[in-house]
């Protein structure tokens, strides 16, 4: 349910098919109101079903979050255990496709601080099955967040470099039957042992990137679900590295960064050989202009990187 999702398939074409397949009382559209799309979906929720609503972009959920925050994340806690809200909401987010400041937001982190929400951010095709499939079989809500940037293929940072579509990659091979990602386990998607890289949704694949281009033997790990967070992975990997860099989209001050540097910071201080850092976007609306400036992408990815092996190097 949502804007667009039936007849249409969806802005990004996410959607297409599902309509004709399943009819439309099981894939509809909506009214252009993102508060009345999550509010029915949480009456829903309490009648017995398992509703996924699509708001049209992450920019578009704040008229939304007094249902999805007050009702949906607190339901099962109000009514005692006797109601839950199983949705999942799904929603595009991030940039890298010239949206400019109400495409391109990430405001993932604002989620995070709601108890009874889960936030989840595949960053393959085939963890976004996975994972999707088992936040609908979750009994409680879960905010979906797919970055737009990379759903036609992975995305190294070089925006003038032509896209490498997803079936040149393993990870876009896709089983056809039923099968789940646990949420609140990340994945290492590249092991070393000179520095931790955290990172989840587009940000992996940059980092990736630019770990290989600057030959630096560093462990990259796809955070996968934020909520909940795979912590001892990270601590795991921290402690065999001593150094972490953490790199994400979102605007930096109170951006998932800071939980996450925080927690390394708690757990793993004793470990630590240089003092953790963030490469994130800035504290200011996405500029349309400036985008691939605001991007966190290879030139400031390689800086921080360089800066904290400095001292393996000298």
């Not at 955070?223 to 979102?250: C, N």
Request: charged content about 20%.
């Amino acid at each position: 349910m949502g804007e667009d999702v039936g007849y249409f398939g969806g802005v990004f074409r996410a959607t297409a098919g599902l309509q004709e397949k399943f009819g439309k009382t099981r894939c509809f559209d909506t009214p252009i109101s993102e508060c009345g799309i999550i509010g029915a979906a949480v009456g829903m929720c309490a009648y017995g079903l398992r509703p996924v609503p699509e708001i049209q972009f992450a920019d578009y959920i704040y008229p939304g979050m007094d249902q999805l925050i007050s009702e949906a994340a607190r339901l099962r806690y109000r009514s005692a255990g006797e109601f839950t809200a199983p949705m999942t909401v799904r929603s595009p987010f991030g940039g890298g496709i010239f949206g400019g400041q109400t495409h391109s937001q990430s405001p993932e982190a604002m989620f995070t601080h709601v108890s009874g929400l889960k936030t989840v951010i595949p960053s393959t095709p085939y963890d976004a099955k996975g994972l999707l499939i088992a936040s609908i079989e979750d009994n409680d809500p879960v905010l979906f967040l797919e970055p737009k940037r990379i759903y036609n293929g992975p995305f190294t940072g070089y925006y003038d470099n032509p896209v490498s579509p997803w079936s040149k990659f393993a990870e876009s091979e896709v089983p056809e039957g039923h099968y789940t990602v646990p949420l609140g386990k990340a994945k290492i998607v590249r092991e070393g042992d000179a520095v931790t890289v955290l990172a989840y949704g587009t940000m992996v694949h940059v980092a990736k990137a630019v770990v290989e281009e600057h030959q630096i033997n560093a462990e990259v790990i796809d955070l996968r679900t934020l909520v909940p967070l795979d912590i001892e992975t990270i601590e795991e990997s921290v402690k065999k590295t001593g150094r972490g860099l953490i790199v994400h989209e979102a605007t930096r001050t109170s951006g998932f960064g800071a939980e996450l540097s925080a927690l390394v910071q708690e757990r793993c201080f004793y470990h630590l050989e240089a003092p953790i850092e963030r490469v994130t976007g800035f504290d200011t609306p996405y500029p349309h202009s400036l985008e691939w400036a605001y991007f966190p992408g290879p030139v400031r990815i390689g800086e921080a990187l360089e800066k904290i092996v400095r001292d393996l190097k000298s």
